[in-house]
């Protein structure tokens, strides 16, 4: 019987002990996991700017690519987190989910009518305004005729001009979701317009 119990006793302890490994185990290949995301990162970063600064073809390519054409930021992003998870190691960490999903909307509109190069839409007083297709913040401030504006790089190479935002919620270079709270509206007037390549787009196609 003693030896019964001593037999028990001794598997539920290996039990526990394998449970141990295997938690040690899963956290070890997080962190390896991490690290080499960490790791991948300085190297794209640090290539990126010893070839600026020793390639002079590679330094015009760049230039010319990234600020003299509409450089798709947005399409890069999406590349990278496809194949290496988020740029930032710790991303999945510091989010926090349980506060990105309180907010998940969609655009929604009284009356619209043409506005300059897009669309002039009126919504209801102090409007939260979505974000219509996820991408990259590239451009906050005053543009004329149309108040403080957010840009933003959809994935789709679009980008999408929100004009008349009294607060916006966002920072320059954000990747924004669908859905998800750009700003708010100053009184009831949204302004949209659509541009891609330089050139604009016909908002019909898009709301």
């Known amino acids: 019987m003693d030896n019964e119990l001593l037999r028990i006793k001794e598997e539920i302890k290996n039990k526990k002990n394998s449970k141990k490994i295997i938690k040690n185990k899963k956290v070890n290949n997080k962190l390896l996991n991490y690290f080499s995301k960490f790791l991948i990162t300085i190297i794209l970063t640090l290539t990126t700017l010893i070839m600026l600064k020793n390639n002079t073809k590679f330094k015009t ?27 930032i190691p710790f991303s999945d960490i510091i989010e926090n989910k349980e506060t990105n999903a309180v907010f998940n909307e969609k655009l929604s509109y009284n009356d619209k009518t043409k506005y300059k190069d897009g669309v002039k839409l009126t919504v209801s007083k102090d409007y939260l305004t979505p974000v219509i297709e996820s991408g990259i913040v590239v451009f906050i401030g005053e543009k ?18 929100y004009g008349n935002l009294n607060v916006t919620s966002v920072k320059l270079y954000d990747y924004v979701e ?23 787009l016909n908002y019909e196609k898009y709301i």
Do not use: C, H, R
């Open 144 to 161: 004329e005729g149309y108040g403080n504006t957010v840009i933003v790089q959809q994935i789709n190479g679009i980008d999408v001009w």
């Open 61 to 87: 390519f760049f230039y010319k690519n990234v600020y003299e054409t509409n450089f798709s930021f947005a399409t890069i992003n999406k590349w990278y987190k496809n194949l290496f998870g988020s740029p």
């Open 178 to 200: 669908k859905g998800s709270l750009l700003g708010e509206v100053n009184d009831k007037t949204l302004y949209l317009i659509y541009k891609k390549d330089g050139k604009v």
